[in-house]
C-alpha cells in the first residue's frame, strides 16, 4: 500500500507521506520492487488455497496493482477491486476496478468477496485487531481471508552487519514516524482466529539477498526515503547508511532479509449441509 493510517505520529503524516510520499519520483518503482519480491508467493499461496475462476476478489493496499492483476490473468478470477489511499498507480482494465479509500473505515457490503487479500497493510495500524474482524466481514461464507506482513529477523542475537544496523534503525524510525510495528505480525493468526475464521494456518517466505536483486533494490529505496527517520533514531549516521547501501549490492552481503508471513483463515460456510 503506499500509504496508511497509523492511529497518531503526525510527524509522519496521517498515511506516512512525509516518508514515503506517492508523488515522489520512483515511489512506483519502489513499491514495484517490493511487488517483484514477494508477488510470486504470494500468488502461489492463493493459487493453492483455490482462488481461480468464479472468484470475486478485494486486494487491500493494491499499491501498484501487480497481484491483482495477476489474479485476473493467471489465476482467471471474476473480478478484483483494488483498494488503495492513493490509487495513481492503478489504471482499471477489464475485470479491475479501482477505488480510493481508507482500509480503517471500509463502506463494502458484508460477505461480499470470496478472497480478501491485504499485503504489508496492517502493520502498519494501530488497529489492527478491530481490522482484521472488520476485513473478516466483508468475506463471503466459504471464502478466505489472507494477510501478509513483515517480520524482522534482526533480532539482538543476529551478528551485527551494515545491513542488520540499518534494518534495525529503520523498524525503529517507521515505529516512531508512521506507526509501524512488526512485532504482533506473529499474532495474526491468533487474530483470524478471534474474527471467527476456521482452518487457520500461516508462514513465511524470506527472500534471498543478493546483489541487484528486487528485494535489495527495495531496501535500498526504502532506506533512501526513511533516511531522515532512521538518523533521528541516533542509531546510525549518513556513512553508515551509505556503507548499508553498498553492502546490499556486494558479494560480503551475508544477512536474512525480512521475511513476509502469510497467515489466512476461512469463513464458515453458513449453507445447510446435505
Given at each position: 500500500?503506499?500509504?496508511?493510517?497509523?492511529?497518531?505520529?503526525?510527524?509522519?503524516?496521517r498515511?506516512?507521506?512525509?516518508?514515503?510520499?506517492?508523488?515522489?519520483?520512483?515511489?512506483?518503482?519502489?513499491?514495484?520492487?517490493?511487488?517483484?519480491?514477494?508477488?510470486?508467493?504470494?500468488?502461489?499461496?492463493?493459487r493453492?488455497?483455490?482462488?481461480?475462476?468464479?472468484?470475486?476478489?478485494?486486494?487491500?493496499?493494491?499499491?501498484?496493482?501487480?497481484?491483482?492483476r495477476r489474479?485476473?490473468?493467471?489465476?482467471?478470477?471474476?473480478?478484483?477491486?483494488?483498494?488503495?489511499?492513493?490509487?495513481?498507480?492503478?489504471?482499471?482494465?477489464?475485470?479491475?476496478?479501482?477505488?480510493?479509500?481508507d482500509?480503517?473505515?471500509?463502506?463494502?457490503?458484508?460477505?461480499?468477496?470470496?478472497?480478501?487479500?491485504?499485503?504489508?497493510?496492517?502493520?502498519?495500524?494501530a488497529?489492527?485487531?478491530?481490522?482484521?474482524?472488520?476485513?473478516?466481514?466483508?468475506?463471503?461464507?466459504?471464502?478466505?481471508?489472507?494477510?501478509?506482513?513483515?517480520?524482522?529477523?534482526?533480532?539482538?542475537?543476529?551478528?551485527?552487519?551494515?545491513?542488520?544496523?540499518?534494518?534495525?534503525?529503520?523498524?525503529?524510525?517507521?515505529?516512531?514516524?508512521?506507526?509501524?510495528?512488526?512485532?504482533?505480525?506473529?499474532?495474526?493468526?491468533?487474530?483470524?482466529?478471534?474474527?471467527?475464521?476456521?482452518?487457520?494456518?500461516?508462514?513465511?517466505?524470506?527472500?534471498?539477498?543478493?546483489?541487484?536483486s528486487?528485494?535489495?533494490?527495495?531496501?535500498?529505496?526504502?532506506?533512501?526515503?526513511?533516511?531522515?527517520?532512521?538518523?533521528?533514531?541516533?542509531?546510525?549516521?549518513?556513512?553508515?547508511?551509505?556503507?548499508?547501501?553498498?553492502?546490499?549490492?556486494?558479494?560480503?552481503?551475508?544477512?536474512?532479509?525480512?521475511?513476509?508471513?502469510?497467515?489466512?483463515?476461512?469463513?464458515?460456510?453458513?449453507?445447510?449441509?446435505?
Amino acid at each position: 500500500m503506499t500509504g496508511v493510517p497509523h492511529g497518531g505520529a503526525p510527524e509522519g503524516g496521517r498515511y506516512g507521506e512525509a516518508v514515503f510520499p506517492p508523488e515522489r519520483a520512483g515511489e512506483d518503482e519502489r513499491i514495484d520492487s517490493g511487488a517483484l519480491a514477494y508477488d510470486g508467493f504470494s500468488m502461489a499461496r492463493l493459487r493453492a488455497l483455490g482462488v481461480g475462476p468464479g472468484w470475486t476478489c478485494l486486494d487491500v493496499g493494491a499499491g501498484t496493482g501487480t497481484l491483482a492483476r495477476r489474479l485476473l490473468d493467471e489465476a482467471g478470477v471474476a473480478s478484483v477491486l483494488a483498494v488503495d489511499r492513493d490509487v495513481r498507480f492503478l489504471p482499471p482494465r477489464p475485470g479491475l476496478d479501482v477505488r480510493a479509500a481508507d482500509v480503517t473505515a471500509p463502506d463494502f457490503a458484508p460477505g461480499t468477496f470470496r478472497l480478501v487479500h491485504a499485503r504489508f497493510v496492517l502493520m502498519h495500524l494501530a488497529e489492527r485487531e478491530r481490522l482484521v474482524s472488520s476485513l473478516a466481514e466483508l468475506v463471503a461464507p466459504g471464502g478466505v481471508l489472507v494477510l501478509s506482513d513483515a517480520v524482522d529477523l534482526t533480532s539482538d542475537r543476529t551478528p551485527d552487519t551494515p545491513y542488520t544496523v540499518a534494518m534495525r534503525a529503520m523498524w525503529q524510525g517507521l515505529r516512531a514516524t508512521i506507526g509501524t510495528d512488526v512485532s504482533v505480525v506473529p499474532a495474526y493468526p491468533h487474530l483470524l482466529h478471534g474474527a471467527g475464521l476456521e482452518r487457520v494456518a500461516a508462514e513465511i517466505h524470506v527472500p534471498p539477498l543478493q546483489p541487484g536483486s528486487p528485494i535489495s533494490r527495495f531496501w535500498a529505496e526504502t532506506w533512501e526515503r526513511s533516511r531522515a527517520a532512521m538518523l533521528a533514531t541516533g542509531a546510525v549516521d549518513d556513512a553508515t547508511l551509505d556503507e548499508a547501501v553498498r553492502y546490499l549490492d556486494s558479494a560480503a552481503c551475508a544477512a536474512l532479509s525480512a521475511g513476509m508471513l502469510t497467515a489466512w483463515g476461512w469463513k464458515p460456510d453458513a449453507r445447510p449441509q446435505r
